[in-house]
């Protein structure tokens, strides 16, 4: 049995944002891309739905209701750039599902290590609301599975979409059964994630929000993984390690002004297994945003093969 396993499922496609970054054309890429790589030792498994109750109890059920007939109805916008198409109903399920199911694999210690490949992503995604290309929030809902179902006390959660992660941010604000930590472009959309922003109530230092200007690239990134990341990361000893894997902080894409490098992403990835295997954690990678789709292709293959490679590779 493999020790690696990789999520999809075909109704990510069918998420239909017309001409937007976010469309389909970014799962086809990445999945042609590592068709072509084999894989690089990761099982393929289906994607499943999310559990519908565990959806109601991280987001407000009238949200998801109303995105249900949203959908039902043929879709619409729910922002300026945020859509649901007819088949987004069925694509948002099985993205959270994978992410879920990802969480339920590593925390039973199935695997050690998990790609969840969905859309549409979900960092953006509050309690009540779609937002910023996301509907419902894919790492949010595994952190809460690994919680309610495998009894996990403490998952980290690192964020390093370009973007900052204001719903994740949001939803575990006032716990530290989750430890956020997003590094991001700053000023970027959505606006929110000062360093100030550390978390609130039971959650005061649990929330670590680490903005970098526009132009950084590998070298910012992974010091602050070295010099911030990893030693929070120790400090909190989490069962189970969450990546919400944006690409968009890419040289090349056309969302913002990061340069990373795909080989950087590859090494942001080795960082993070290290401190796994370090922690004797699970690790499990929720893609998030990535919009130049060469980049993206690569950039995903970089993290897989970090996660394939021989440990001191
Ligand atoms: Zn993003």
Redesign the pocket.
């Known amino acids: 049995m493999a020790d690696r396993i990789f999520l999809s499922h075909p109704a990510s496609l069918r998420h239909d944002t017309g001409p937007h970054p976010e469309c389909a054309a970014r799962m086809v890429a990445i999945e042609e891309r590592l068709e072509r790589d084999g894989w690089h030792g990761f099982e393929r498994r289906e994607a499943p739905r999310v559990d519908r109750a565990l959806l109601e109890r991280c987001h407000d059920p009238g949200h998801v209701a109303a995105l249900e007939r949203l959908c039902a109805a043929g879709g619409g916008h729910i922002d300026v750039d945020t859509f649901a198409s007819a088949g987004s109903w069925e694509a948002a399920l099985r993205a959270a599902g994978g992410a879920v199911a990802a969480a339920d694999a590593l925390a039973r210690g199935e695997v050690e290590f998990a790609f969840a490949a969905g859309r549409p ?1 979900g ?2 995604a509050t309690r009540t609301r779609a937002m ?2 996301c509907l419902f929030n894919n790492v949010a809902l595994a952190a809460l599975h690994a919680q309610s179902v495998h009894g996990l006390e403490r998952v980290l959660i690192f964020d390093w ?3 900052h992660g204001n719903g994740t941010n949001d939803l575990f604000h006032d716990t530290d059964a989750v430890l956020y930590v997003s590094i ?1 472009e700053s000023p970027l ?1 959505p606006g929110t994630g000062p360093a100030s922003d550390r978390g609130s109530g039971a959650g005061e230092g649990y929330t670590m929000n680490l903005p970098v200007p526009a132009g950084s690239g590998d070298e910012a990134f992974l010091r602050l993984v070295a010099e911030r990341v990893v030693p929070a990361a120790r400090d909190y000893a989490p069962q189970l390690i969450l990546i919400s894997a ?1 690409y ?2 890419h040289a090349e894409d056309p ?2 002004n990061c340069t990373m490098s795909s080989a950087g992403y590859g090494r942001m990835t080795a960082a993070m297994r290290r401190l796994a295997g370090e922690l004797g954690a699970p690790l499990g990678v929720v893609l ?4 130049a789709l060469d980049a993206l292709a690569d950039s995903v293959a970089a993290t897989l093969a970090a996660l394939s490679a021989d440990q001191d590779a």
Not at 288 to 291: H, P
């Open positions: 992503p960092h953006h910023g290309f979409d370009v973007h991001h959309y944006g968009d902080a969302l913002a998030e945003g990535g919009y």
